[in-house]
């Protein structure tokens, strides 16, 4: 059974694409059933990354280049073309292409129900940090007069700090109730509640 180099070069994308997607797949624990972890993790109301805050509960977006996406093209552009070429007995001229064609269409199906699967998920699990507003919380440590301290609050059932400020700009002691009234960029207004 002799090849065409370009039988050869569908062979190598397809076992390479669907290969790391086998690696990736294990690396990341797919396969592994495992205990659930216990315990409680404190995460912070914002983080500084390169000068630009992000919220919490702000969404992440899922790459169309990714490792995924990219995979899956070169998977079904090497299965597609082999197909095509060895079994069809097609030309290059027209099994390149459909292969290409393919291999986008494969990818841009992955890139779609990843986002969606995202977006459903990150709209219901994750809390927002414009959520916060109304929600009791505790002083983590003294506040000064028009200072800041960091607060924590429970949302959704994640404990959560953030740093914040009284609206009326008074002393608090450590440990006094709060409630947020809102955010103002990444520090959050509170009053105490009475």
Excluded at 11 to 37: R, T
Excluded at 126 to 146: F, M, R
């Amino acid at each position: 059974m002799e090849m065409t180099p370009l039988e050869i070069v569908y062979c190598v994308a397809f076992f390479l694409g669907f290969g790391f997607a086998i690696v990736s797949a294990l690396l990341s624990g797919v396969f592994h059933v495992g205990a659930e972890g216990a315990g409680h993790v404190d995460v912070p109301g914002h983080v500084e990354v390169a000068h630009h805050d992000f919220a919490q509960g702000d969404n992440v977006a899922f790459s169309p280049v990714s490792p995924v996406t990219v995979s899956m093209f070169i998977t079904s552009f090497g299965v597609t073309g082999f197909a095509l070429s060895k079994w069809l007995h097609l030309s290059a001229a027209l099994h390149l292409p459909i292969a290409m064609l393919s291999g986008i269409v494969v990818a841009v199906g992955v890139f779609a129900l990843f986002a969606k699967v995202l977006r459903v998920t990150q709209s219901s699990s994750l809390p927002s940090t414009a959520d916060a507003v109304g929600i009791d919380a505790e002083l983590l440590q003294h506040l000064p007069a028009d200072g800041l301290c960091q607060i924590a609050y429970t949302q959704r059932e994640s404990r959560l700090t953030a740093t914040a400020k009284a609206v009326d700009g008074k002393e608090l002691p450590q440990g006094a109730r709060v409630r947020i009234l809102r955010i103002d960029g990444t520090t959050f207004i509170i009053e105490k509640v009475r």
